[in-house]
């Protein structure tokens, strides 16, 4: 199995100073999303997947366009929806950029807790492995080991495009690498907006393990579209 991971393009978080919530891309994060569905214009995806927020519906546009699919809403996977925020939509930005601050000033232990009013970070890595689980079991991939990151597979190969985000790709990148957890995954892995991640799993003498190929991959980006 392959699996592609795409981060949607750059977001419009602050509209006239005052915050944006499920926000639409840019006019730069449009650019990034025809760059990406240029990028893989050659390869062949048996199942293409994206989030329900805006950003990755918008972002995957162009590629579904590309292959005649022109409803993002007939391949949306819900449990690929990123970390849930507090309700700012309308606030000025600096009750954002507060928040965050805030944060990242905690112990470590209590960043599990998540920003003030919105998911915590434990229940997102919850929902995201209760999510990735049931997908991988509808098609024939399930643990084989509960000490180590071995998967039974008995399904036929498939080539897999998610469009979702830095934190959902993260928390998915640390649950089929068998990572422990952390609750800066976006700071563990630093995926950039429209960046391409490819994990491959491996055969093994009892089942199949995924390796980490490619992080974060911008190539298809011109300099001034790299953004995070």
Not at 18 to 42: E, H, Y
Not at 92 to 97: G, L, N, Q
Not at 184 to 205: D, K
């Amino acid at each position: 199995m392959e699996l592609i991971l795409v981060r949607h393009g750059e977001p419009e978080w602050v509209r006239d100073g005052l915050n944006m919530d499920n926000p639409p891309l840019t006019k730069r994060g449009r650019r990034q999303a025809r760059a990406v569905a240029d990028a893989l214009s050659a390869e062949a995806f048996d199942e293409i997947w994206t989030s329900p927020l805006v950003r990755a519906q918008q972002t995957a546009i162009p590629l579904l366009a590309d292959r005649g699919i022109n409803d993002p809403v007939s391949v949306t996977q819900d449990w690929l929806e990123e970390i849930r925020n507090p309700a700012w939509h309308g606030t000025p930005r600096e009750v954002a950029d507060g928040a965050y601050a805030e944060e990242r000033s905690r112990a470590s232990h209590d960043r599990w807790l998540g920003l003030t009013g919105g998911e915590s970070v434990r229940g997102f890595v919850e929902r995201i492995r209760a999510g990735a689980g049931t997908f991988m079991a509808e098609r024939g991939v399930e643990p084989l080991s509960l000490s180590l990151p071995v998967w039974r597979f008995e399904g036929e190969h498939r080539r897999i495009l998610l469009v979702a985000h830095a934190g959902t790709n993260s928390v998915l990148i640390c649950h089929l690498l068998g990572l422990q957890p952390t609750p800066w995954e976006w700071e563990r892995f630093v995926i950039g907006h429209a960046s391409i991640t490819r994990l491959v799993s491996h055969e093994m003498g009892d089942g199949h393990t995924f390796g980490l190929t490619r992080l974060s991959d911008m190539e298809h980006l011109d300099h001034d579209h790299r953004t995070y």
